[in-house]
Nanobody
Framework: QVQLVESGGGLVQPGGSLRLSCAASGSVFSISAMGWYRQAPGKEREFVAAITWSGGNTYYADSVKGRFTISRDNAKNTVYLQMNSLKPEDTAVYYC????????WGQGTLVTVSS
């Protein structure tokens, strides 16, 4: 069984930065990709960014391109999301996602962008 543990959320002022981490543990085999989604209050969950595990190809939602960077550490089965130039509209619960033989979701970490 695979578990995802997220960390790094918190309160930050507009224009600030945060780095989210997500570590996969358990029976982790043949990861295809890992990524991040977010859900703001009253809204549906939306895609933020993803990275393929073997080739390191990255994909971003238009709303975060140029501000967010996704990266991975294959040896640690960990994915990161560096978030810069944060805006109030980035406020949401951020969920880590892993795609392998099964799809796994983390418990979520809250990011609040407010002055």
């Amino acid at each position: 069984q695979v578990q995802l543990v997220e960390s790094g959320g918190g309160l930050v002022q507009p224009g600030g930065s945060l780095r989210l981490s997500c570590a996969a543990s358990g029976s982790v085999f043949s990861i295809s990709a890992m990524g991040w989604y977010r859900q703001a209050p009253g809204k549906e969950r939306e895609f933020v960014a993803a990275i393929t595990w073997s080739g390191g190809n990255t994909y971003y939602a238009d709303s975060v391109k140029g501000r967010f960077t996704i990266s991975r550490d294959n040896a640690k089965n960990t994915v990161y999301l560096q978030m810069n130039s944060l805006k109030p509209e980035d406020t949401a619960v951020y969920y880590c996602n892993l795609v392998a033989a099964v799809e796994v979701w983390g418990q979520g970490t809250l990011v609040t962008v407010s002055s």
